[in-house]
């Protein structure tokens, strides 16, 4: 079992920046893909990013390459996203999730996900 708690969110400025944390608990979680998918009012959740265990194999969706980061401290049991160049576009709730096994880009491959923090950016 994997708890998340996502931190971080907040009101943001066009061209500014944020830094998402996602707290896990469980002993377990070096073991696990971790990844973050957001969703906007009226609209499907998607995909932001995804990283292995090990933090060596990473995917982010095309609309988020090269402004965000997603990185892992396994000693802390946290993953982050790191956003820059945030535009009026990114506002949504962003989550994070985990599954047992190998990176994925689709939301019902993982089996734990957070409650969520808002990220809202000002034109």
């Known amino acids: 079992q994997v708890q998340l708690v996502e931190s971080g969110g907040g009101l943001v400025q066009a061209g500014g920046s944020l830094r998402l944390s996602c707290a896990a608990s469980?002993?377990?979680?070096?073991?696990?893909?971790m990844g973050w998918f957001r969703q906007a009012p009226g609209k499907e959740r998607e995909f932001v990013a995804t990283?292995?265990?090990?933090?060596?194999?990473?995917y982010y969706a095309d609309s988020v390459k090269g402004r965000f980061t997603i990185a892992r401290d396994n000693a802390k049991n946290t993953v982050y996203l790191q956003m820059n160049s945030l535009k009026p576009e990114d506002t949504a709730v962003y989550s994070c999730?985990?599954?047992?096994?190998?990176?994925?880009?689709?939301?019902?491959?993982?089996?734990?996900w957070g409650q969520g923090t808002q990220v809202t950016v000002s034109p």
């Open positions: 999730a985990a599954r047992p096994t190998t990176p994925s880009t689709y939301s019902l491959d993982y089996d734990y």
């Open positions: 469980g002993r377990t979680f070096s073991r696990y893909a």
């Open positions: 990283l292995s265990w090990s933090g060596g194999i990473v």
